[in-house]
């Protein structure tokens, strides 16, 4: 396990950010709050948040986050941008400490989260937009040999789909299209509006934060669901699959345990035989 040097620590935390190499943040311009780091697909980077603050992480203009993974989904909300070169972390817990994995089409990136409310918090002293740099890209290569044909990748959307979804709530938070397969849900939103955060709503009426990728204009959620709830600061939207269908047991399911016979009892002892 490798230890963070005190010297970060100790310098860095005044604005909620820490690595593994000081010299690799920096701020931009006069304003501590917005942070530049360079990328290491090597280290972990630590993000210290504040209680009623979100902060931005801005990623390489084009990249495109394909899935967010956190390790306690329950105590953080984590929004992606429509292009999918921003995403925006806040946390909803006070002291929540968990680690999140962010993976786009092009790196991966890890993160330790934790969250404070202190006074250096209410004095606004928090990482507003924590931008990556990156080293230059090799050229990319652009001659072909001659006569080669160019042919479009298959469209990794599903044919088949459930499309039978209302919702109550907020229509200004309901996607221009969503369907399911039957295994993820698909879900898309008019250009230029802001995604919601997304939860899935379970059969005991709690709500679980969903993982999801980018496909083809769309964000896939990895999960059916009765219903999902959509949430933009206190703005909040439920969309309900109409067309949602409990999964079944078949022949080769697990089999109920019989239950033990109960013996039965009498107020008087045990039951009188008949004819006595």
């Avoid at 072909?144 to 044919?159: C, F, H, N, V, Y």
């Avoid at 990895?222 to 999964?247: C, D, H, K, M, S």
Wanted: aromatic fraction near 10%.
């Amino acid at each position: 396990m490798r230890h963070l040097p005190l010297i970060c620590l100790l310098t860095a935390s005044a604005f909620g950010l820490c690595t593994t190499t000081l010299a690799q943040v920096s701020a931009v311009g006069s304003d501590d709050r917005i942070r530049n780091i360079k990328f290491d697909d090597g280290a972990v980077v630590q993000l210290d948040t504040c209680l009623g603050f979100q902060t931005m992480l801005s990623f390489a203009d084009n990249e495109k986050v394909e899935n967010i993974a956190i390790g306690d989904a329950a105590q953080w909300q984590a929004t992606p941008n429509k292009r999918g070169n921003i995403m925006f972390i806040k946390p909803f817990i006070r002291s929540a400490h968990t680690n999140m994995t962010v993976v786009t089409d092009k790196r991966n990136y890890s993160f330790e989260l934790n969250a404070r409310d202190t006074l250096a918090c209410k004095r606004g002293e928090v990482t507003y937009d924590l931008r990556f740099q990156y080293d230059p890209e090799p050229a990319a290569m652009t001659t072909t040999a001659d006569g080669q044909i160019k042919t479009e990748p298959a469209s990794r959307l599903p044919e088949k789909r459930n499309t039978d979804y209302t919702f109550s709530g907020q229509a200004d938070l309901v996607p221009l299209r969503v369907f399911d397969d039957g295994t993820s849900t698909y879900m898309r939103w008019s250009q230029g509006l802001v995604i919601p955060a997304i939860y899935a709503f379970g059969y005991d009426g709690s709500e679980s934060m969903v993982n999801f990728a980018h496909v083809e204009g769309y964000i896939v959620i990895e999960q059916i669901a009765p219903a999902f709830v959509l949430r933009t600061g206190e703005a909040r939207t439920v969309l309900y699959n109409e067309g949602f269908t409990p999964p079944q047991l078949d022949a080769n399911s697990p089999r109920p345990r019989p239950e033990p016979e109960k013996k039965k009892f009498s107020l008087f002892g045990s039951k009188p035989k008949t004819g006595e």
